[in-house]
């Protein structure tokens, strides 16, 4: 008989957050929470702007701009969040810098990693205050040509490319989508969204975020900072917020419900982060003030009723007036004009948001709780979330890049090749009078096109009456405003001045001549039609993704994704909350010929 000995040995405890990595994640975001001061956990709240030194090294600032260097940004005032402006000549550079702020960061008393977001990088927006030039990256239409494609697939396929090209080079914070809805015709950042519809906006909008964060935001995701929340569209005759002449938001049809429609889609989705816009609502049942100070917005409709409890971030700018340009630039503290900037800060805290985008002044955050005017356990709900978002992410275990990973991912041939088959997937035809498609080796007149492109697809002619076929390349008409910054957003009038239209009346008249719009604004197209024997829009395409698309070569899928109206008048009729709302459009939504 053999003998056994039971042991007396107790069975050690299983740590059931090694079996759910959510449980994990929050251990480890209180065991680090447990060893901040109150200045640490200050210093989460803000995400200011950063740049990149020459040669990919850090920034030593720039006194001009009023911004210090990355020293004292990170070891001074301890800040972890910053928003990436412009970019290097290369991938391999934009790592290197990367890498070198990460191991500025290491060297701090926590080593807490640094969480870097950029504006969106894709396309052909070159506009500092909402989106830079593709750069490096692989180029793709504006969101609103991939609407006009309108497919889930192509925009899910977009977000995942853009996130491989964004981790790449540590890029972890997407500062987009952006699911406002365009249903005012004037309003200059329609560009970046999908459009007018909230069916179309809501199905794109959370393929969009499922392509960026995966199914469950990991250490291979980029979280989306969804914006802007509750829907930026409605804006008083078209202004936007950023200046205070675009403050209000307005709502005379009843119908903020169907501008948060898209946002619901995202909740769906999972996206991690939710930006409140600059706009104030007026005339409705909430507080007249941004919605960034708007407690009845913040944690009313977005925590409340909607349960979400990721991380929001204001907008840039909210708490303290600036330059930009060499201009004074005031806060975007609509309806809270009157408030010092602490007591701005107060009423931001107050309203529930977690971060303070394009601020850099912790100072003012840590006297509010000296004060007692804010508590310690306020500030550490918001530590909390900002904490959990980086340990999501991976930073702490693994903060650094590889430069020959990124110079080898970011704007590969095959990347760049799916960008300019949804550029020329985008380009929507709206009138053919029997000239497209175009004969390759024909006579062609081009103006906005280099001619050595335009010598690829035919033979290039100094005048119209020498051509076989005209084609010109027309921007969406816009108001020119008195100061550089204003400029980069495409306000007012939709109308062509006299001489371009003139212009183009006269070279349709001598030859057949094709005009394409880039419609980042649905400009008023009738004198253009009338005169010209075919009109395309385009969404960010580049002359050969256009000359493509008009010898026949490749197919044009695009639908228009809002309506052009006919006149300024029915513009201004309309209501701004309301789609489809211009009277008898000259196009509609969803209008396309094929070719």
């Known amino acids: 008989m053999t003998n056994t000995i039971e042991s007396t040995t107790e069975p050690e405890p299983v740590d059931i957050a090694y079996l759910d990595p959510s449980l994990l994640v929050s251990a480890r975001v209180e065991n680090l929470l447990g060893q901040m001061t109150l200045e640490e956990k200050a210093s989460l709240f803000f995400q ?17 701009l009023g911004r210090i260097g990355t020293s004292e940004l990170v070891l001074g005032l301890g800040l972890t969040h910053f928003n990436l402006l412009g970019d290097a000549s290369s991938a391999a550079q934009m790592a290197n810098w990367h890498d070198l702020l990460q191991e500025l960061a290491a060297s701090s008393r926590l080593g807490i990693p640094i969480t870097l977001s950029t504006d969106p ?17 692989s180029q793709w239409p504006e969101p609103i040509g991939l609407a006009a494609v309108g497919d889930e697939e192509l925009v899910e396929r977009f977000a995942d490319i853009a996130r491989q090209e964004y981790t790449a080079v540590g890029l972890r914070v997407a500062l987009h989508p952006q699911l406002d809805l365009a249903t005012e015709s004037r309003w200059a950042r329609q560009a970046a969204t999908f459009g007018e519809d909230a069916e179309l906006t809501s199905r794109l909008g959370a393929a969009y975020i499922r392509g960026f964060q995966g199914s469950v935001l990991g250490a291979d995701s980029v979280a989306t900072m969804t914006k802007h929340f509750p829907g930026g569209g409605p804006q008083k005759d078209g202004e936007d917020p950023h200046f205070e002449y675009g403050r209000e938001q307005v ?4 119908n903020f419900e169907y501008h948060l429609r898209p946002f619901e889609a995202a909740f769906e989705a999972g996206t991690s982060q939710i930006m409140p816009y600059y706009g104030m609502p007026v005339g409705t ?3 007249e003030v941004g919605f960034g100070f708007n407690k009845s917005i913040i944690p009313g409709l977005l925590r409340e009723r909607f349960h979400f409890d990721g991380v929001v971030c204001a907008d840039w700018g909210l708490i303290n007036d600036s330059q930009i340009a ?3 630039f005031p806060a975007r503290a609509w309806g809270v004009e009157d408030l010092s900037p602490r007591e701005r800060m107060l009423k931001v805290v107050n309203a529930g948001v977690d971060q303070f985008g394009g601020e850099s002044c912790p100072e003012l955050l840590i006297d509010l709780v000296h004060s007692g005017e804010v508590s310690e356990e306020r500030i550490n709900a918001s530590a909390r979330r900002l904490l959990r978002e980086k340990f999501r992410l991976g930073l702490f275990d693994a903060p650094y890049v590889d430069e020959q990973r990124a110079q080898a991912v970011v704007g590969s041939a095959e990347f760049r090749q799916a960008g300019e088959a949804a550029q020329r997937a985008a380009i929507t035809v709206l009138t053919n009078d029997n000239l497209l498609p175009l004969k390759r080796g024909m006579r062609l007149y081009v103006e906005g096109i280099d001619p050595v492109i335009a010598g690829e697809y035919g033979i290039v002619v100094d005048s119209p009456e020498q051509a076989d076929a005209a084609v010109l390349r027309l921007q969406s008409p816009y108001e020119v405003r008195e100061t550089v910054f204003e400029n980069f957003f495409h306000a007012g009038s939709l109308e062509f001045a006299n001489d371009v239209r003139e212009h183009v009346s006269a070279v349709a008249a001598a030859v057949p001549t094709v005009v394409d719009v880039f419609l980042d604004r649905p400009a008023i197209l009738e004198p253009i039609v009338a005169a010209a024997g075919a009109v395309v829009a385009n969404f960010g395409a580049n002359p050969r993704a256009l000359l493509d698309v008009l010898i026949g070569d490749a197919a044009p899928k695009g639908r228009l994704p809002f309506d052009v109206p006919r006149s300024m008048e029915a513009v201004r009729a309309s209501r701004p909350d309301v789609p489809f709302d211009t009277t008898d459009p000259l196009f509609s939504f969803g209008h396309g010929l094929t070719l």
């Open 326 to 328: 060499g201009q004074p």
């Open 251 to 254: 709502y005379p049809g009843d």
């Open 121 to 137: 990088r894709h396309s052909f927006t070159d506009n500092p205050g909402t989106a830079m030039p593709a750069g490096p990256f």
């Open 48 to 64: 200011t702007m950063i740049t990149i030194g020459q040669n990919g090294e850090l920034s030593e600032g720039d006194p001009g």
């Open 285 to 287: 049942e909430y507080e």
